[in-house]
Nanobody, 124 residues
């Protein structure tokens, strides 16, 4: 059974930083792409960043490019999201997800297991 557990969310002032972690189990982690998504109240869940399994190729939403960095440690079965220069509009519940294959992408349909989410709140 695949399980994803996020951690690292919290309250931070605008301009601050947070690092989210997502620990995975139940699947050969290094073979699969991982993604981060977020959902703000009243809005659709949106793509934030993704990373391929084997080569570590990364992809970002335009809204976070240059501020967020996705990375993974295959030895620890963990994916990270380093978030810098946070803005109030980054406030959301952040979810990690594991893809059904190695190629990352922005579509939620590519990801077949999801974590429970971790709240990130950025105050102005």
């Amino acid at each position: 059974q695949v399980q994803l557990v996020e951690s690292g969310g919290g309250l931070v002032q605008a301009g601050g930083s947070l690092r989210l972690s997502c620990a995975a189990s139940g699947r050969t982690f290094s073979s699969y792409a991982m993604g981060w998504f977020r959902q703000a109240p009243g809005k659709e869940r949106e793509f934030v960043a993704a990373i391929s399994g084997s080569l570590g190729n990364t992809y970002y939403a335009n809204s976070v490019k240059g501020r967020f960095t996705i990375s993974r440690d295959n030895a620890k079965n963990t994916v990270y999201l380093q978030m810098n220069s946070l803005k109030p509009e980054d406030t959301a519940v952040y979810y990690c997800a594991i893809s059904g294959g190695d190629a990352p992408g922005w579509s939620r349909l590519l990801y077949d297991y999801w974590g429970q989410g971790t709240q990130v709140t950025v105050s102005s």
